[in-house]
Each structure stands twice: as C-alpha cells, then as structure tokens.
Nanobody, 124 residues
Framework: QAQLVESGGGLVQAGGSLRLSCAAS????????LGWFRQAPGKEREFVAA????????YYADFVKGRFTISRDKAKNTVDLQMNSLKPEDTAVYYC?????????????????WGQGTQVTVSS
C-alpha cells in the first residue's frame, strides 16, 4: 500500500526559503506521477507542482513558477519541493500526492494517495 509522509514545513519570513520532502513507501517514486498541492484555511486544495514518471515532464502552477522547484530522488525514494522567495500568500498546508494514472496531473481528484500534510507559514 502506498504511503506518503511530508516533512520540512515551518515558519519562515517573507523572502525566505523552505524545502519540503515527501517520503514514499510501498512504491518507487519513478513509477508514479507525484504532485504537491496546498490548502489554505477556507480555500480549496490547489495544485502547486507535479512531476511525471519520466522525471522530465514537470508542471507548475503559474503563481509558483520561478520560485518553486519540484524534484525526485530515486535513491531516497522522495519527492521534494524547494520553495524560494516565499510570500505570506504561500501560507498553507502542503500535501504530496501520487497517482499511477495518466491525466492532467493538476486536479486533486486524479490522485489516489495522499500524505497527511505539513504546515508552511510565511510571516510578513
């Protein structure tokens, strides 16, 4: 059974950086498409970034392009999200997710397996 565990969240000042990591078990990260999503209080869960099984097809939400980078570490079986130039509006719970199906990779309902989330808070 696929399991995902996020880590690396915390409190950071605007302009700072955080690196989130998602450890996968029960499957290898190179065989699933992996995504990062976030959900702020009172808002719907939204797409942040995704990486397909090829490792070369990568997608980003417009609001994180140039600031966030998704990467995959096959040796550690993790998918990471490097977040730079953080803004207060990036404050949310960040989730990683995995899917073995093809799709748009940006819709939460396309992902079957989810982590528990990690809180990211950016102060102004």
């Amino acid at each position: 059974q696929a399991q995902l565990v996020e880590s690396g969240g915390g409190l950071v000042q605007a302009g700072g950086s955080l690196r989130l990591s998602c450890a996968a078990s029960g499957f290898t990260v190179s065989t699933y498409a992996l995504g990062w999503f976030r959900q702020a209080p009172g808002k719907e869960r939204e797409f942040v970034a995704a990486i397909r099984t090829s490792g070369t097809m990568i997608y980003y939400a417009d609001f994180v392009k140039g600031r966030f980078t998704i990467s995959r570490d096959k040796a550690k079986n993790t998918v990471d999200l490097q977040m730079n130039s953080l803004k207060p509006e990036d404050t949310a719970v960040y989730y990683c997710a995995a899917t073995s199906n093809r799709g748009t990779y940006v819709r939460p309902n396309e992902y079957a397996d989810w982590g528990q989330g990690t809180q990211v808070t950016v102060s102004s």
